[in-house]
């Protein structure tokens, strides 16, 4: 047989779909009309942006999924007794985060870990603290089905969402059928949550080429933030990890809180030792509206936060990042600490706060509907 | 492997013949293929042992213990030599290997000329033309951890671990960047031929020893982890160490013809 796979395969797949059109033709009446195709949206990524995580072949991102996705962002019906939607915990004001050291679900449960900022999202090739969804679609089942947040069955929720006036209308311009899927729920969610782009900060416009956005102590605070100190040059060493305009690496790391883990962290999703107390490295863009910080919410300012790195932190501690271990601004390269002086210090968050977006934080586009 | 490649081909040819007859279309079936494929398998070892992250603890011939946590390079440009001197370049090869990512130890370069190669040649990193912010191909991903966005440039290789002897903090860092840290290798063929025909994908078995980063054949280019632990941007130390695994890291040990 020398066809081959791939041209066969194809080959198949396409006849498959004429096939589906034949019968379409013969038996498919709707009572509400011929069905529209909902309207393909374009993401625009921000030139000093690198490119996003493809989006999943099938979940398009459209005009009506992102406005469905939006309804369902602020839906307090998902949660068991009706009192959380994302939006509870994720307000667009605090930069999609609640100001709350941890998360708040439904009657007064608290959660372990600190709500996350939602920003950027379609950049992050894994999700949640400690990495549990490599999709924004798989992500969104977790805090609805959480028992400490919306704690319902998300099967519960597409019920009560079937038996509304609106929901069903909604689905059907987004996916092409009234009939409410547990799928089209989330693939909505997801496609509303990509959409959540924040790039002007005043760090963006410097970026993209306006070298009077900061000034030049803040200026002084980005060179600190990038720099790998070696005696010679000073630095603090954030931007090994938080890196380039998203400010994150992607990656999954043990920043020295602890000598021992009271959450696993990654060690939970892997069940691997040596991934114990690894939390994911969050972008910081927005940093100055999402205190409290860390995983826990354990720092309330971000002088505590500079001030964990510099002098603070557990070098004991199991599988901790070795970048945090081996740099220092010691002349002499033989500090165990970071050595940043106050002064070096304020600089740097006198940098971080230029990563807020006032325009993100106020964009009606994802405000409640 | 032959599961994977059959069983669509199981599945679209009873569906293909099933709605041949429901919807009277024809098709036509191509000419014998021209190209075909290939797969490479990286090994990453440390000397004589496979390598084994964060658990295992290793020894430099000086003596000095370290163990691994992170092992990442770019390998790019890929280039097959036949025993007539043409060459095949692949285009768009730009693939990420990863320690810890099981799935990028093993390669497969589609669409390559028919025919029997002879020699392999690669980059470690990024060709001068492509280091920069807009190119992204492959496993040129900015988000891959191998990106310096603040200079606009790919990293060549990451190694980070720990070592007893390590000076401050006990810690290794070795991020493998900059100007001119590119290297170019082409690792001894020997008496292997990879076999590139219709129906066949030939697997290039070529081991990464992650040893040579620190070793030499010149004194001078050891690396003393008590003195060079952590190697960033602009280090003197990082062409010394590209140099080091450019001429030892990679050995190919065999070619399965399959």
Redesign the interface.
Known sequence: ?????????A???G??L??AG?KHDADTVDPDGPVVAPTAYNLVVPTNF??P?AVPADNPTTVEGIALGRQLFYEKGLSINSTVACASCHRQELAFTDGLARAQGVNGAQSPRSAMSLANLA?E?KLTWDGAASSLETQARIPIQNPVEMHQLLADGVARLQATTTYPALFRKAFGSSTITEDNTLKALAQFERTLVSSNSRYDRFRRGDRTALSTYEQQGLVLF?T?P?GTLRGGNC??CH????QT???FSNNGLDRTFADLGLGSQTS?P?DNGKFRVPSLRNIALTAPYMHDGRFATLDDVVSHYNEHVI?NSP?I????????N?PR????TLDLTTTEKAQIVAFLRTLTDSTFIKDPRFAKP | MSLFRFTPLLVALPLTTVLFTGCGKKTVEPDAPTTSSFAIELEPVVGATDLELNTQTYTKADGQAFTVSKFKFLFTNLKLTKADGTVYAVPDSYYLFDAATPASTHLVIEKVPVGDYTGLSFVVGVDDAHNNATFTSGGLNHSNDLYWDWSSEYVCLKMAGTSPQAGTGRALTFDIGGAGVARTVAPAFGPNVLPVKDGHVPEIHMSIDLLSLFESTTPTKNINFATTYSVESGSAWAPVIADNYAARMFTVEHVHAN
Do not use: E, Y
């Open positions: 047989m020398p066809l081959r796979t791939k041209a066969t395969f080959a198949g797949v006849l498959l004429s096939l034949c690198p490119p995580q950049w090739p990038t790998h070696n931007g090994d890196s380039g305009d998203l690496n992607h990656t691997r040596t070098l599988n990042d070795p970048l945090l271990l081996n740099t220092t010691d390269q033989q500090s165990f």
